[in-house]
């Protein structure tokens, strides 16, 4: 049973704070990592995605593999309130799966 | 370019009702999925659906079927409705050949089975 797991939170940072979400992930043959956004009544909207270890940067974003230790994360640069959402990680498996395996998500409130 | 497209927005049903959720998509990619969220559970797979004429469970079929009508469009049919049925379904699509198999997401429908 492959399973992502994600701290629930609710994580409470202040405005122009770094946010900092984690993700474990049990399939140790997994190839790709993708960080969803969404908000309140809204559907999933994609971030990024990562594939090799190491860091990927977007604007405020940047995400962190690390498949030795078999954990992805998310860092979020000058919090904005905008960006109080809950963030949801998921993981695809081995090369001939098309299926992603969502997190739970994490919560993420900005504080002005 | 309206990505992935979802009818209806919100339903009620009677148990036992049938319904048929519509979606649609206008990225031209191969693969399409349907989810259900429920408060605590997460997203969970239902069926998906991996090129045109394939359909495939996933980690809750159960109550379920799915049709690939074409490329463009994936539809979820509810045969008898049941309360434990009652969630937000969510359609969506992604590039499965040669792509990075990212997923995108319609804006789903609330569905209440009473």
């Known amino acids: 049973q492959k399973e992502v797991e994600q701290n629930s939170g609710p994580l409470s940072v202040p405005e122009g704070a770094i946010a900092s979400l984690n993700c474990t992930y049990s399939d140790r043959g997994s190839q790709s990592f993708f960080w969803y956004r969404q908000y309140s009544g809204k559907s999933p909207e994609l971030i990024m995605f990562?594939?090799?270890?190491g860091d990927k940067e977007d604007g405020r974003f940047t995400a962190q593999l690390n498949k030795a230790s078999q954990y992805v994360s998310l860092l979020i640069r000058d919090s904005q309130p905008s960006d109080s959402a809950t963030y949801l990680c998921a993981v695809k498996g081995w090369a001939g799966s098309y299926q992603l395996t969502f997190g739970k998500g994490t919560k993420l409130s900005v504080i002005p | 370019n309206a990505g992935v497209t979802q009818t209806p927005k919100f339903q009620v049903l009677k148990t036992g009702q049938s319904m048929t959720l519509q979606c649609a998509q206008d990225m031209n990619h191969n693969s399409m999925y349907w989810y259900r969220q429920d408060p605590g559970m997460g997203l969970r797979l239902i069926y998906y659906?991996?090129?045109?004429?394939?359909?495939d469970k996933g980690e809750v079929p159960n109550g379920y079927n799915v049709s690939r009508l074409n490329k463009r469009e994936f539809s979820l049919r509810l045969e008898s409705a049941a309360p434990s049925q009652t969630s937000v379904y969510f359609c969506?699509?992604?590039?499965?050949?040669?792509?990075?198999?990212?997923?995108?997401f319609g804006p789903g429908t609330r569905l209440t089975v009473t």
């Open positions: 990562i594939y090799s270890n």
């Open positions: 969506a699509s992604s590039e499965t050949t040669g792509g990075s198999y990212e997923q995108y």
């Open positions: 659906s991996a090129s045109e004429g394939t359909t």
